[in-house]
């Protein structure tokens, strides 16, 4: 038996509400498409007084239309895959087999979209639109095409039935396009997907852009998120002198997924007290009668533009006084509006059964094609639609032209705004050394002096992200050609803030990547440095950052962007001070598992490879770069050529501690990672001290991909270039700074590949000496060169006494520590000679650097 089937659709006789405990309408009943109170020819309803607002009636009537055009293309990318306007009546064959895609955010979104159309072409703005709930696809696809850009961009969808066809069809089918904001689109720069960061891209992308408003519509499910929640203190870094505006738009339709949302029954006296303590002044829209919202939103939007732009002409014309009180708006309209408001006598408008798909069988049920046909009938495409299919140039009239169209906009697609940073000679920052492992030094202490001289070229493009750890991560030298960004309140004891400081200090991985993709995905360029450990916290964003880049490859419109750099300097292996909370090193390992055309590994062993490599990463595209190198006082290596000529093979032999002559050594001694580094020399050294006619060859890699097969990574070394670093069939012990699986599945096919024996980290740490930590993680120079005599045979007769040596320094280690709280002399004071014999005394520091910050522990 068929199931009886209801719908309310366009009964104009049956309006109805339902208000709940907090007096939110619950229930809406109303016509579809128009609201009853205006006639089909824009004229109001007799009956129905007109709500006052900015809008005339003609104006008041095509918006709608555009909006009832908007909604009509957002259902038939869910459901058509024939029959695009309707001409013939519907039937089931016309339906697509898989129904995807998400209507509940779309009828608003398409509403708020309009209305910026509105502002952009009166007032002549530089808006762009994010859209946070990301799965309103066929909102941004469906006005992206009504604009024109979609066509711009992708030809084949032209402005005609067959186009509309074709867009139907490959709305989130195999070979089209997928169902959320995704680069295809051209007015995204957001894809939503993963819900949470709407807010930090915005504020990214206004930054040092003074002319642009970014209007962010905030899903309330995606306001729950922690990112979200996060993001409002963004505020506290926009300064209204150089920075563009952020119209955030929290769209609370009531519902996420399938629950209510927190927002939505949050009193509006509540959120009013809510975003005013976030330095916000919320204007409240509420209403399920388009033409009344329609007035209303056009004239918060007025109120919020006319607000803007007097805070920032105010703050230009008479200079940074304080923070000024932002506006925003909070829209209250049904989630799915317009839409059946019941099927089968349960309501679907205005309730989270509106979130994806309102009427999911319509292929099998007779009952329900019939709903749906009646429901979008019911927008009267062929008043929007010309005979051929084509948009009516009345209504196409109402958005902008050329590059005011919000998808038109080259804030969008940054690429074509990006100009190369005016870099200095990375060169002349070199610390100088007096030979390889004889001084040490903080490596970043030179970076941060390149930084600076960055940030004096760059003075409008340029931007360190950071939480809170500039000083901690020896880049401190950037403070004195900039302060750190701070529009809040400001006491004399506070250090280098500034209004206009560049340095974003906020103790927020999320705020700082997201910050970060904004400014870059909008033409700039960057960098955040973290902890290791912490920047885990954003794994999940910078893959989705990275597969946002990986897609813009299908688009060669998308123009190439400046690679997303993050720099780890307080890495895992040297937190012995802070301990076991502070030592991770998944942030590599869940970056590679993404696309190694993107994703790109560098490992600097020391202070001239770390220049060389953030020369390099700041002048590449489209990459997400990963450069760990620790801050801690190091042995440095490399002369500059040197460490030139290393860093653009990625890979090379050290001669100063190889002995092998060019012939084939007894063993590989290999490293990534400034810790393995000085852990495989000071190996190499121990071997040849107590083992003589030994013969050891040390590799040391700085840029990981070079390990792949050239299929694999455009870095990656063939064979035969392997094979002259780590020989056919030597054995290798490589020591990584981070686990081992990642060189075992990277040397995976190379020459007799059981050879690679590797020393990773384990995850075994505690607060305890820096050397402790290797010890832990079974890397020490100890364990790697017993590890090397193990695996060589022809030296098997000298190597037991030699390896109990090595077992019992160990031992060794374990009591000193206990003892004296620190480690053994021999470990701490190392050096690399040459001679083989011990030296004596700490290795001095390096010229030119600052003794106060030996050994400190922040
Ligand atoms: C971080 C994250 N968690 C969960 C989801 C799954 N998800 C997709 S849509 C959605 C509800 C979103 O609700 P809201 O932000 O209110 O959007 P709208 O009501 O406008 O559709 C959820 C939970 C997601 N996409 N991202
Ligand atoms: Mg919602």
Redesign the pocket.
């Known amino acids: 038996m068929p199931v009886e089937t209801q719908a309310v659709v366009s009964d104009p006789t049956s309006l109805e509400q339902d208000r709940d405990r907090s007096g939110k309408v619950t229930k809406f009943v109303f016509d579809s498409a128009l609201s009853t109170a205006i006639s089909a020819n824009g004229q109001p309803h007799a009956t129905v007084p007109t709500p006052k607002g900015p809008l005339t009636p003609h104006m008041l009537d095509k918006m709608n239309r555009y909006w009832r055009a908007a909604n009509y293309l957002c259902i038939g990318q869910i459901y058509l895959f024939e029959n695009p306007l309707l001409r013939k009546p519907l039937t089931a064959n016309q339906i697509k087999p898989r129904l995807l895609g998400?209507w509940?955010?779309s009828p608003?979104q398409n509403l708020i979209y309009i209305h910026l159309n509105r502002l952009i072409k009166e007032r002549d703005a530089n808006i762009i639109y994010i859209a946070?709930?990301g799965?309103?696809g066929p909102s941004l696809n469906a006005m992206s095409y009504l604009e024109g850009t979609y066509t711009e961009v992708h030809p084949e969808i032209t402005q005609d039935e067959n186009g509309l066809r074709l867009m139907f069809r490959k709305f989130s089918t195999p070979g089209g396009v997928p169902s959320h904001c995704g680069p295809h689109v051209p007015n995204s720069m957001h894809e939503g997907?993963?819900?949470?960061y709407s807010l930090v891209h915005a504020f990214g992308a206004a930054f040092d852009n003074p002319d642009l408003i970014v209007a962010c519509i905030i899903?309330?499910?995606?306001?729950e998120?922690c990112p979200l929640e996060g993001s409002w203190k963004s505020v506290n870094f926009l300064n209204p002198v150089r920075d563009g505006a952020v119209l955030p738009i929290l769209?609370l339709?009531g519902?996420?997924?399938s629950g209510p949302?927190v927002q939505a029954r949050t009193s509006d006296e509540d959120l009013k007290a809510l975003y005013i303590g976030r330095g916000y002044k919320p204007c409240f829209i509420e209403g399920d009668d388009p033409e009344v919202v329609h007035q209303l939103l056009a004239g918060a939007l007025d109120d919020c533009y006319a607000e803007i732009r007097a805070i920032q002409q105010d703050a230009r014309h008479s200079g940074f006084k304080k923070q000024p009180v932002w506006p925003m708006i909070v829209l209250r309209t049904p989630?799915g509006w317009t839409c059946p408001k019941e099927v089968d006598g349960i309501p679907i408008e205005g309730t989270f059964r509106a979130?994806q798909v309102p009427l999911a069988s319509v292929r099998e049920s007779p009952e329900h094609l019939k709903i749906l046909e009646a429901w979008m009938r019911s927008y009267k495409p062929q008043e929007l639609f010309d005979g051929d299919g084509k948009f009516i140039e009345e209504l196409a009239d109402l958005a902008p032209m050329g590059n005011r169209r919000m998808g038109g906009n080259p804030h969008v697609n940054g690429g074509r705004l990006l100009t190369a940073l005016d870099l200095p000679e990375f060169t002349n920052y070199a610390l100088e050394i007096p030979g390889p492992g004889q001084v040490v030094a903080e490596a970043p202490r030179k970076l941060g002096d390149f930084f600076r001289d960055i940030f004096k070229l760059n003075p409008t493009n340029f931007r360190l992200f950071c939480p809170d750890e500039t000083n901690s991560n020896r880049l401190n030298s950037v403070l004195e050609a900039t302060k750190r960004c701070f529009m809040a309140e400001a006491v004399s004891i506070d250090d280098e803030l500034s209004p206009n400081g560049r340095v974003m200090e906020v103790l927020s991985e999320h705020c700082c990547q997201g910050w970060l993709e904004g400014y870059l995905l909008t033409g700039r360029h960057g960098l955040w440095s973290s902890y290791e450990a912490f920047a885990q916290v954003v794994d999940s964003m910078l893959t989705q950052h990275a597969k946002w880049l990986e897609q813009c490859r299908d688009f060669p419109w998308r123009k190439p962007l400046a690679s997303l750099n993050v720099f780890l300097t307080s890495h895992a292996r040297r937190n012995d001070h802070n301990g076991f909370s502070h030592q991770a090193t998944g942030f590599v390992d869940n970056a590679l598992a993404r696309r190694s055309e993107t994703v790109r590994v560098y490992y600097p062993p020391d202070s001239k490879c770390l220049l060389s490599v953030f020369a390099h990463c700041l002048r590449s595209r489209n990459y997400v770069n990963i450069v760990t190198c620790g801050k801690q006082p190091q042995l440095q290596w490399l002369s500059m050529d040197e460490a030139l000529q290393h860093c653009s093979r990625g890979a090379s032999i050290w001669r100063f501690a190889t002995n092998d002559s060019g012939e084939e050594p007894d063993v590989v001694l290999a490293c990534a990672g400034d810790v393995p580094t000085i852990e495989i020399c000071a190996a190499s050294w121990l071997l040849q001290k107590y083992v003589p006619g030994i013969k050891v060859r040390v590799v040391n890699v700085v840029d990981l991909s070079v390990l792949m097969m050239p299929d694999d990574h455009p870095h990656g070394m063939d064979n035969m270039s392997f094979d002259a670093l780590f020989t056919k069939d030597a054995p290798v012990i490589f020591a990584f700074h981070n686990n081992r699986w990642l060189i075992h599945t990277m040397v995976h096919g190379r020459s007799n590949e059981s050879r690679f024996h590797v020393r990773g980290y384990m995850d075994r740490g505690t607060t305890t000496t820096p050397f402790d930590m290797v010890v832990l993680n079974r890397m020490s120079r100890f364990d790697l060169a017993i590890d090397a005599l193990k695996h060589i045979p022809r030296l098997r007769s000298q190597s037991s006494d030699v390896i109990d040596l090595f077992n019992r320094k160990l031992y060794e280690h374990h009591g000193y520590i206990r003892q004296h709280l620190e480690d053994m002399p021999e470990i701490r004071d190392w050096q690399w000679t040459s001679d083989f014999k011990e030296a004596s005394g700490p290795p001095p520091l390096a010229k030119g650097h600052p003794r106060g910050s030996l050994f400190s522990d922040s």
Not at 193 to 196: F, H, K, P, V
Request: glycine share 30%.
């Open positions: 998400h509940g955010t608003g946070g709930p799965h309103g997907g993963e819900l949470g899903g309330d499910g995606e306001s998120t769209h339709n519902y996420k997924i949302t989630k979130h």
